[in-house]
């Protein structure tokens, strides 16, 4: 399981045997992984400041907690296809997360210990809030990225009703320049092909003899070029619907469709480059659309990219971590490592409050073996450190007992200081 459970009980001859017997009674019973979890001795200070501690840190706990969920799941959504990769970028000091529990150490260097408790957890909390700030600016800056590409991947979805024609269309492809003739583009139904070839110079006066051409078509039907004069074009255009032959509103300019291309281009070239984990480089001077929820299959022009076609099969060649993959990377790692210290400080400052000074506690990490055993595990728990809590406990074990406003359980009776640890969140 990943989850752990962090405690303390006093560290006198009594309480040192009692967690001797946890030791011995979770072993026997396979219920759990034990070790010890080594916390600095900090400058008390007095007893109102640790009761102020107390709910301040309780606070930066859940913080902590949040902020390194989001960052996981910006680790998930940057990585895209390699979210099987995701745990292996989800570390801490270098080290996977159970590691870095398991075998913790206070960091001195970054968190002194001799420092008063107060400055040490107002670094903390100014560690994680700029953190925050920085994950909000970055992944706001992602999200742009997306939400532009996204919207150009839009005009290259769908039918060829819907879809753009620019990836489509080649200057080949139309009547340019001239004065009195214009080439239009009509879509017409695959059970319509014999029908538009013997019917199409009819539709209209001064259309140009064979001068159709199918250029591309998908499941529904085929776009066809046909040249004829510009003074005839809206009565082409009903007799056309008339026949169920749709003209598409699309006039040749190369300058938009070459803008169009390279703002596509540059979008993919900014996702792989500063961002993405894993994507395909993309071939310079290329055409570059994404993956299409319809093929559409250009004919006759083997130098124009195939609409529909990946970019994976495009072009593959490159890998690199981009700026912020490694940032979250980076921060993920400082924002569990000041998580887990945060624990720390909760163990420390809610055990002197609660066994009080001199400071003399033991802490120790349990790893549950399945969550089957967790209710026994609690158990075995409140019965070995009962003496620490006679009056609660005896309302545990006794149900005849009451206490006015106050409702226990063993699913939330703690008679020594208790913490969780959840990792599974995190997956």
């Not at 009761?51 to 940057?78: N, P, R, W, Y």
């Not at 400055?119 to 999200?143: P, W």
Request: glycine share 4%.
């Amino acid at each position: 399981m990943s989850e752990f459970w962090l405690i303390s009980a006093p560290g006198d001859q009594e309480n040192l045997q009692a967690l001797e017997r946890m030791n011995t009674v979770t072993a026997k019973s396979n219920l759990s992984y034990n070790t010890k979890f080594s916390i600095p001795d900090f400058k008390v200070g007095t007893l109102d400041s640790l009761v102020g501690l107390s709910d301040e840190l309780g606070k930066l706990d859940t913080f902590a907690e949040s902020l390194i969920k989001k960052m996981a799941q910006s680790v998930v959504e940057v990585m895209e296809d390699a979210k099987g990769k995701v745990p292996e970028n989800l570390l801490a000091n270098g080290v996977d997360l159970t590691s870095f529990v398991t075998r913790f150490e206070w960091d001195m260097a970054k968190y002194p210990a001799k420092q008063p408790l107060v400055s040490v957890v107002d670094t903390l909390a100014k560690q994680l809030a700029q953190i925050e700030t920085d994950l909000k600016s970055r992944t706001a800056s992602y999200n742009t990225l997306k939400t532009n590409l996204e919207n150009l991947e839009k005009k290259s979805m769908g039918n060829l009703f819907t879809r753009t024609l620019s990836d489509i269309v080649s200057k080949e492809d139309f009547v340019l320049g001239s004065e009195y003739l214009v080439t239009l583009l009509v879509i017409v139904p695959k059970s319509s092909y014999a029908q538009w070839q013997k019917t199409y110079e009819s539709l209209s006066d001064m259309v140009v003899p064979r001068s159709t051409k199918l250029i591309a078509e998908d499941n529904e039907g085929g776009l066809f070029t046909v040249t004829l004069f510009r003074k005839v074009i809206e009565d082409f255009k009903t007799k056309a619907k008339e026949n169920k032959f749709t003209v598409r509103e699309f006039y040749y300019d190369e300058k938009e469709i070459k803008r169009e291309r390279e703002e596509m281009s540059r979008l993919l070239s900014d996702k792989k480059q500063q961002y993405q984990t894993s994507c395909v480089a993309l071939k310079k001077g290329s055409s570059t659309f994404p993956d299409h929820k319809v093929k559409v299959t250009p004919l006759g022009n083997p130098d124009r990219p195939t609409a529909g076609q990946t970019d994976r099969e495009r072009e593959s060649e490159g890998e690199g971590e981009g700026p912020l993959l490694r940032w979250l990377k980076v921060n993920f790692s400082e924002a569990f490592i000041a998580w887990i210290h945060i624990k720390a400080l909760r163990v420390f400052v809610e055990s002197v409050l609660r066994y009080g000074l001199p400071v003399n506690f033991q802490a120790v990490l349990l790893q549950p073996h399945k969550k089957s055993s967790t209710r026994r595990l609690r158990e075995v728990l409140n019965s070995v450190f009962r003496h620490l809590d006679q009056v609660a406990a005896a309302s545990i074990l006794d149900a005849s007992v009451e206490i006015p406003g106050l409702q226990l359980s063993t699913q939330d009776y703690f008679p020594y200081v208790y913490f969780r640890i959840d990792l599974s969140l995190l997956d």
